[in-house]
Structures are given as structure tokens and as C-alpha cells.
């Protein structure tokens, strides 16, 4: 069962924290993988697909944490997105208040 993590930091620190997630799915996910490749070679080498299937299995069960990981980050990243864009927008309509304002008076 997949549940989510809810934490906070600051604006300025999101793209950090996204490039740390990466990082660890570089790290926890990647060295296993070419090991559970390694091994796979290994058993079709010796014409055993039933230890085969067994490593298929399991790296595509890493192959989907890592899918996962990657759509956290997705989501992460849109929604920085998103409040950027809002809050240039929101400059734009403060500005365009005070130029609208200093018109009129």
C-alpha cells in the first residue's frame, strides 16, 4: 500500500529538495537494478527462465517505485510552476493597479 508523506520547505528550497529525491532514486534504485540486470543475463545465460521470470518480477517492481518517485517529483515541480506563474501574475496586476491609480490621480 502507497500512502503520501506531506512536508513543507521554504519557496526557495523546493528545487533542492526535488533534486534530493532524484539523487536517492539515483542512488537506492539504480545500483540494484544493474546488479538484478547482472543476474538476469546470468540466468537466461544458463537457460533458467524460471529464476528469470523471478528477476523480471522484481526489477519491475523497482521500476515502479521509480516511476512513483519520478511522478512525486512531477507533481512537486508543477505546482512550483504554478505559484511562480501566480505570483508573477500577481505582480502584473499589482503594477498594473498602481499605474492605473497614478492615471486617475
Known amino acids: 500500500m502507497r500512502v503520501n508523506i506531506t512536508y513543507s520547505v521554504d519557496f526557495e528550497e523546493v528545487i533542492s529538495a526535488v533534486s534530493n529525491l532524484i539523487d536517492e532514486i539515483k542512488q537506492q534504485s539504480f ?15 544458463q537457460e533458467n527462465e524460471k529464476q528469470a521470470l523471478q528477476i523480471i518480477d522484481k526489477i ?12 512525486d517529483c512531477e507533481g512537486i515541480l508543477k505546482g512550483y510552476r504554478k505559484a511562480l506563474a501566480d505570483k508573477d501574475a500577481q505582480i502584473v496586476n ?6 492605473k491609480a497614478s492615471a486617475e490621480g
Open 94 to 99: 499589482e503594477e498594473q493597479k498602481v499605474e
Open 60 to 71: 519491475r517492481l523497482n521500476l515502479a517505485k521509480v516511476d512513483f518517485r519520478l511522478m
Open 31 to 45: 545500483s540494484p537494478l544493474n546488479e538484478q540486470l547482472d543476474d538476469l543475463l546470468v540466468s537466461l545465460s
